[in-house]
C-alpha cells in the first residue's frame, strides 16, 4: 500500500482519554460517525484511514461499539456517496430509515452514506474482536458503473467470488509498502470501484480483461502460489480450479509478469530452502529433507535448479551461509 495511511491506535492514546480521543480525531473527523462503546471489557482499537482517489478506505479492529450516522455528520463532511462496510470478522448490524440489516463474518452490503443510519459491531465470541473494512464510493462515479445501485441498499450480497476478491485485493494492498503517489492511488480507487461494481453484479465473470477484476484476479493468483508452493506436484490445473478461473484465463494473467508457473514454483521452492539452509535451525536436517519441504518431490531436480540459480550446491551454500550468516534470509514462509 502507498504509505499516506492514517493510523491510530488506543495503545498508544492516554488510557483515561484513549475512547474520546479516538472517537473526535478517527470516528467524527475521518469515518464521519459518533461512536459509543458498549464493551465489559477495556476499549481497544487499531485502526486506519487512507484515501484510494476519490475512494477512501477505513478499517477497524476492535472491541464491541455502537455507532451512528446523523444529519449533523453528514452536514460536517458533505459526504453523499456509497458506503461499502465488509465484514471480516466479527458481527456488524445497520439500520437505515425502515430497514434493519444483521452480517456476520465474509459479509459485504452497499449503505447509502448520505442518509442518516446507526448500528452496532460486536466480535463473535467473547475474548475476540471485530474487525471490518469500509469503503467509501462517490455516487457519481459509482452510479456509472452501476446505474441501478441505489436499489441495491441495505442488502447483504450472496456473490462469495467477487467479495473475496475485493477482500484479498484490500488486503494485499495493505501487506505491500509502496512509495506514495497519487497516480497509483487513483488507479487503486479504479480497481476497488471496479471491484465493487463486480460485486454489484454489473459485470458478468468474463468481464474482466482489463481493469479492477483482473488486478484482483492477479493478486489472487500471486497469494494462491505463495501460500502453497510447497504442495508437491502442484499444477496450473489445480491452481485454476481453486480460483475457479480456466486454465486459458490463468495463462494470460501470467504472461502479463512473462512468467510460467513453474518459474514461480521454482523461484519460491529455491527462495525457501536457502532460506532453510542458511538458518542454524534447520542444521539436523538433510538436503534431501528441505527439498521435501520446499515443494521438490525430485531431489536431482531439484539439485540442478539449485546450482543454476545460487551458482553452487547446496551443500556448498549451506557450509558458506552457516559459517557467513546472511542478514538478508529469513526463516521459510
Not at 495503545?11 to 474520546?20: G, I, K, S, V
Not at 462496510?85 to 452497499?110: F, W, Y
Amino acid at each position: 500500500m502507498t504509505n499516506n495511511a492514517i493510523l491510530y491506535s488506543s495503545a498508544e492514546l492516554p488510557e483515561n482519554t484513549r475512547f474520546d480521543v479516538w472517537r473526535e480525531t478517527f470516528a467524527k473527523e475521518m469515518a464521519g460517525f459518533d461512536m459509543r462503546h458498549c464493551d465489559v471489557r477495556p476499549f481497544y482499537t487499531k485502526a486506519s484511514f487512507r484515501a484510494l482517489g476519490a475512494v477512501s478506505l477505513a478499517t477497524n479492529l476492535s472491541t464491541a461499539m455502537l455507532f451512528d450516522r446523523n444529519q449533523q455528520n453528514i452536514a460536517h463532511d458533505g459526504l453523499d456517496g456509497f458506503a461499502l462496510p465488509l465484514c471480516v470478522n466479527g458481527k456488524l448490524e445497520i439500520s437505515q430509515g425502515k430497514t434493519r440489516m444483521s452480517m456476520h463474518k465474509d459479509r459485504a452490503a452497499l449503505v447509502d452514506f448520505g442518509r442518516a443510519l446507526n448500528g452496532g459491531l460486536a466480535p463473535t465470541a467473547p475474548g475476540e474482536h471485530q474487525f471490518q473494512m469500509s469503503l467509501c464510493l462517490p455516487r457519481g462515479e459509482f452510479l456509472h458503473r452501476v446505474p441501478k445501485a441505489e436499489c441495491l441498499t441495505m442488502q447483504p450480497f450472496e456473490n462469495k467470488e467477487a467479495l473475496s476478491l475485493l477482500i484479498n485485493y484490500l488486503r494485499m494492498l495493505d501487506r505491500q509498502e509502496l512509495e506514495p503517489s497519487a497516480d497509483l492511488d487513483r488507479l487503486v480507487g479504479e480497481h476497488v470501484l471496479d471491484l465493487a461494481a463486480f460485486l454489484c453484479g454489473s459485470c458478468s465473470n468474463d468481464d474482466g480483461a482489463s481493469g479492477g477484476v483482473r488486478a484482483a484476479r492477479k493478486a489472487a493468483l500471486t497469494d494462491y502460489i505463495e501460500k502453497h508452493f510447497r504442495q508437491p506436484g502442484l499444477s496450473v490445473a489445480d491452481i485454476a480450479t481453486a480460483l475457479k478461473i480456466s486454465k486459458r484465463y490463468l495463462y494470460a494473467l501470467l504472461n502479463e509478469n512473462n512468467e510460467s508457473v513453474t518459474q514461480i514454483l521454482n523461484r519460491l521452492r529455491l527462495e525457501c530452502a536457502a532460506r532453510m539452509l542458511t538458518s542454524p535451525i534447520y542444521r539436523q536436517l538433510s538436503i534431501t529433507d528441505i527439498a521435501l519441504h520446499s515443494g521438490f518431490n525430485d531431489v536431482s531436480y531439484f539439485y540442478r535448479q539449485f546450482r543454476r540459480r545460487f551458482g553452487e550446491t547446496p551443500n556448498d551454500f549451506r557450509s558458506r551461509t552457516q559459517a557467513t550468516p546472511s542478514k538478508s534470509i529469513d526463516k521459510p514462509r
